[in-house]
């Protein structure tokens, strides 16, 4: 045991006549910790991204809710009336007529 641990410590098992599985087991941990590395970063990547894209959401959400409510104002009566005063026009006193066309036989 204490033997196996001195060899470690010297770095003896890496030039060793039966050292090229050893470097093949390296080789493969080292590829293995920077595939998990890279796939760290591309999560957060995708976090920070999900999270600026909820924000960019609550934002458009917030001036389309802003314009409805512009929009509901304008479009009530008493704005479009008060409008057309301004303009000269008035509210006609005699209600609509109902024109119907009956098809030819």
Not at 28 to 45: T, Y
Not at 78 to 86: A, G, H, L, P, R
Request: no cysteine; hydrophobic share 40%.
């Amino acid at each position: 045991m204490k033997k196996g641990i001195y060899n470690i410590l010297r770095g003896t098992f890496l030039v060793s006549d039966d050292s090229f599985k050893n470097w093949r087991f390296i080789i493969f941990l080292s590829v293995l910790a920077l595939v998990m590395i890279a796939s760290s970063h591309s999560a957060d990547k995708k976090v920070y991204e999900i999270a600026r894209l909820k924000e960019e959401v609550k934002e458009l959400r917030s001036a389309f809710l802003d314009g409805r409510s512009r929009l509901m104002k304008l479009k009530m009566e008493s704005n479009i009336i008060q409008k057309m005063k301004e303009k000269g026009l008035s509210p006609s006193e005699i209600p609509p007529k109902r024109i119907i066309v009956k098809p030819k036989q």
